[in-house]
C-alpha cells in the first residue's frame, strides 16, 4: 500500500500543475471556412464471406446471339445495301449502339463505321448498320447469306395467274446467265411470295434501262 505521505505529495504537486497550467488542454482549433463538413474517409476492409451467397454467376442473357434478331429483306433494305453500303438488322430493344456494333464485328467479322437505331410503330429495334469504306455490303451480305437467291425460273407458273409476274419472269430469262455483281444486286429470301418477287424483278429492270431505247432493247 502507499504511504498516506507520498499519496498526499503527489496530489500536491498534481494540484500546483493544474493551478500553473490549467486543466483545460490549449490544443488550437482549426479554423473550418466551410459550413460543409466531409467525413474523411478511413479504411474500409473488403467481405470476406464463409460461403458465396449465390451458387453460379448469372448468365448474360444479352449475348450477341440475342442483340443481333434477324435482318431486314425488305425491298428498302436491299437499296440501303447498295446505295449506302448499309445492312439493316433487327435487334433486341435493350440493346444500344455499341452493343450492336460489337455484335456484329463478332457474328460477322466486319468493321462497322456506325450503327443508327430507331424504334418501330410495331415495337421492335432496327438497326441501320454502315460498314467501314474497305467492305462492300453487297459482298458482305451475300458471304455471310444474309440474302440466299432465289432461283426465279424454277417458281411454279402456274400459280402465277398475274400477267405481271409472266413479264418478269420473262425478263429475269433474259438476265439468267449474268454473273457481274453490279448487275445481280438484289436478292430475297427462300420464302419470298410472288408480290415481293414482282417488286424485286420490276425495280430490277428500272435500276438496269435507264432510258426507254435500252428497256425497248431489253425486252426484244
Excluded: W
Aim: charged residues 30%.
Amino acid at each position: 500500500a502507499v504511504p498516506a505521505k507520498t499519496e498526499a505529495k503527489s496530489k500536491a504537486l498534481k494540484a500546483k500543475k493544474a493551478v500553473l497550467k490549467g486543466v483545460h488542454s490549449h490544443r488550437k482549433k482549426k479554423v473550418r471556412t466551410s459550413p460543409t463538413f466531409r467525413r474523411p474517409k478511413t479504411l474500409r476492409l473488403r467481405r470476406q464471406p464463409k460461403y458465396p451467397r449465390k451458387s453460379a454467376p448469372r448468365r448474360n442473357k444479352l449475348d450477341h446471339y440475342a442483340i443481333i434478331k434477324f435482318p431486314l429483306t425488305t425491298e428498302s433494305a436491299m437499296k440501303k445495301i447498295e446505295d449506302n453500303n448499309t445492312l439493316v438488322f433487327i435487334v433486341d430493344v435493350k440493346a444500344n449502339k455499341h452493343q450492336i456494333k460489337h455484335a456484329v464485328k463478332k457474328l460477322y467479322d466486319i468493321d462497322v463505321a456506325k450503327v443508327n437505331t430507331l424504334i418501330r410503330p410495331d415495337g421492335e429495334k432496327k438497326a441501320y448498320v454502315r460498314l467501314a469504306p474497305d467492305y462492300d455490303a453487297l459482298d458482305v451480305a451475300n458471304k455471310v447469306s444474309l440474302y440466299s437467291g432465289v432461283d426465279f425460273m424454277k417458281l411454279n407458273q402456274s400459280s402465277a395467274c398475274d400477267v405481271n409476274f409472266i413479264f418478269a419472269l420473262n425478263v429475269c430469262d433474259a438476265f439468267k446467265g449474268t454473273t457481274d455483281a453490279k448487275q445481280c444486286r438484289y436478292r430475297c429470301v427462300d420464302s419470298v411470295d410472288e408480290h415481293c418477287v414482282i417488286n424485286i424483278l420490276f425495280y430490277f429492270i428500272c435500276r438496269l434501262a435507264s432510258s426507254k431505247q435500252q428497256f425497248k432493247r431489253l425486252v426484244e
